[in-house]
């Protein structure tokens, strides 16, 4: 980093330096001028075949200034952001990604491709991918996984709109547990709402499914049930092959949302009978970066030509050497346009990139240490609070992974706000309930977060 | 890039290329937790290398990758301009890593950022308002639809107008996008000097019509010129009026399309922003509309109020696109090329962009219909393959055109070399094209050649798929 000292006025240095036009463009007056010629006008105004009623001739008052001082300026900007250890979570965590990922991936042949059209010249990104597609096959226990969807909000989109194409019964209710994060089910009722699906909560107990109250929602018009595991909650559900079961039994698709650390450790969806896998696969690769993420969807194999976004597959080049492509590229949206299985175009491809750098660094060892980690340190500090007078924790009375809420009395969003004045942010869940994720990022200043709990208790 | 690159770097049994990380070294981990059995995985099996390994394997991967750094990439449509790279290291910046429900006034610096953005894209657009959420064009499109159809439904109009109309040219996300959003699509004929057919259009609107969507300059690189006869048409029959980001490059700082009567729009803050492509995404789809469209925009809205930003819920709000605020990351670097940018910088990208595009045109000495051309253009391969032209383009090191579309030019190369190309490698370009133009048969049947990977069987892989590498035999 070079930026100067607050000091120094970068405004009276750096003034107005970019006011001749963009600096990325290499062209210099004399070319300029040969190449109207070719074109065989005389100014470039000339080209702009736009009515003069239309045409914009103010400002936008945006002043162009130098890199150092957008550098500055952007840095100041960002800072005034509090620094507080997070102990956030509720679906969106964080864990430490190694440098090798950042290091890596910014290599400009990555960062500056697009979308694989030409498969003979982007190889190295292909491989990249079919490497990310396997890791994530491995993990979820599917056949199939695509090369990404922008969130885990919007591949539940996409997973319940490929059940309605894909159940033959016919039907229209897609079913969700009550623990569920209201700004999923947002975007799921968006993306549902062109296929005339009905999102239906079904109530839970002590923050898990129970397979009988979850029969008595079903019917034949399920085309969908979708559970979590962990849950928003922390929660490891501990009945994913019944629900499995009557999925099955009720002719409906079962979709589970995870994530690539917790499939780890716990039960592989695919041996519970599990049809697709949605979730943020950018717990690898990517820290909370503002809830940005990267959609996981993994499938079975027999709902293939129904899965949104891209897929990378093995063939051969005219040589017979191994090589790869995107593949079944009549399902998109650039042939099928209105019949395609998704309108995605643009997706996360370089974060997919991160995340399968992310997960081969830590290789099947560590994922297995790390997500045992993220068992032990939550239940290891809930047992710690529970010491304090004034707080219970775990609320809930199962497993945990990651995540846990605690009741404390009098006032949750008291001790929030008093804890934010010792750099520590956590949930506040109504008046009586805190929720606290732990992971690898945090768990330095877990001894901190009780004393100070404990001190605000006092 | 070249395949003789790749053999200098054969270091094992596997002949040709670079092996998978499963076929360097797998290893199986037992499970054994602190967790009961039935709630664990039995084992787990994955890739286990060193560090070392891996930053090889990687780096290998990237020389058998081609990017914007790489050379010209000309894919008409996507506006693959040169990234700078200072924006990497505004988006690297601690503070910029928060949690997504983390309270506003925790995150003044974030939302402050997220404000100045709506502005700075609400005034280039010429539009009143402006959300951040939709994280990619496709999605922007999307959201866009979404809120015009919350539009209609609010004005009791909701069940009347199924129709969303699009122009044959359009791009293919569009049809996608308004039929996930439950419309029935009509497709729009074009006219014959390429542009939009003012009775075809008048014929194809009407009670029914939801809205147009429609990409000014279109995918021909031709601005619509009737463009306000258009937007009079579409709202006479109570349509709305859509604006396809996708070609905003070509219009910066020259021409808005709120002026157009177009009443809402997406931007791709990744083409025309200089925000890199990433090997297909991130990229970001902001959309901006008319203050009548406001109430119905995606929860939350930033808002700033006497210099404290906010985030407020916009009364008949569609909800949410994404599970949090979108591609923040690339929000970011948007916000930091704008800013690098201002007012002229913005003005001499279009202007670059446009002399580059008619530049490149009047060097080829294939059949391009129509003109002028706004920064993309597209040339005809005539009763060549277009796909075997652009194989043989590869072999001279540089990217080809978009292929094959729009259907409406036979065998199409769309082409767009945006601002950041020099005249010396747009005359590089030009003598690909001409260099494949004289070409036999033959030669373009068996490119590429000189690449990594020579013509990939498309066919095999689709017939038999295998997608990852538990499917591979070896």
Redesign the interface.
Known sequence: ?TIPPDSIDVDQVHRDD??????????DDS??E???A????DT?EE?????E????EE?????????QR??Q???E????????T?F?G???N?HYVPS?V???S????????????????????L?????Y???I???T?L???N??M?????ALGEAA?LADRSRRADGNRVLVPDYM?D??R??L???V????LVVEAFDTENGQVNPETLENELSEDVVLIYVENPTIEGV?E?NLTEIGELSDAYGALYCIGSDPVA??????PG?VGADMVVG?ASVLGL???????LGMFACDEEF?RQVPG??????????G?????L????R?????????T??????????A?RTA?H???L???G??SLA?KC??LPERVAAELDEIDGVSAPVRDC?HFREFKARVEPDARELAADL?EEGI?I?ALGSDEIQISITDVNEHRTDDFVQAITEVMN | MQRHDQTVWNDTDVDGYEPLLSEKGLKEVEIDSALPDDLTRDSLELPELSEPELARHYTRLSQMNYGIDSGPYPLGSCTMKYNPKFTEDVAALPAVSVHPDRDAESIQGTLQVFAELQEYLADIGGMDVVTLQPPAGAAGEFTGIMVAKAYHEYNDEGEQRDEVVVPASAHGTNFASAAMAGYDMVELPPGSDGRVDLDALSAAVGDSTAALMLTNPNTLGLFERDIERIADIVHEAGGLLYYDGANLNALLGRARPGDMGFDVMHFNLHKTFATPHGGGGPGAGPIGVTEDLEAFLPTPQVRERDGQYDLVEPEHTIGKVHGAMGNWLVLLKAHAYISRLGDSGLRDTSEKAVLNANYLASQIDLEIPFGPFHHEFVASAGERDAADVAKRMLDYGVHPPTTKWPEIVQEALMTEPTEAESKTSLDQLADAFNAVNEEGEQTLAEAPENTSARRIDQTSAARNPRLSWHSLDS
């Open positions: 980093m970019t006011s001749d036009g963009t600096p990325f463009a290499p062209h070319e300029v040969e190449m109207l070719a074109v065989g006008v470039v080209l702009f075949d736009i009515p009623s239309v045409r914009f400002s936008f008052d945006i002043d162009g200034v130098s890199e957008v550098r300026r952007l840095r900007t960002v800072e005034q952001n509090e620094d507080y997070e956030l509720r679906g969106h964080s090798i950042d290091h890596i910014l290599r400009s042949e990555f960062l500056t491709s697009y979308t694989q059209y030409q498969p003979e010249i982007t190889q190295g990104f491989q990249a991918l079919f490497e597609q396997s890791v096959a491995e993990l226990g056949d199939v996984a090369c990404s922008y969130d885990a909000a919007t709109t994060r700004t999923h947002d975007v009722e968006n993306y709402e062109g296929a005339e490891i501990e499939l780890s450790l716990l039960q592989s041996s943020d820290s909370t970066a503002y809830g940005m993420g293939l891209r897929l990378v597959g093995a063939s051969e080049d005219s040589d050497t191994r090589a790869f492509t593949t079944l590229q009549t998109e949206q650039h042939i099928r346009r209105e019949r395609a998704s309108n995605i175009c643009t997706n996360q491809a370089w974060v990139l750098i997960a081969a660094s290789g099947p060892s994922l297995v045992e068992h032990r497993h934010r942010a949930h």
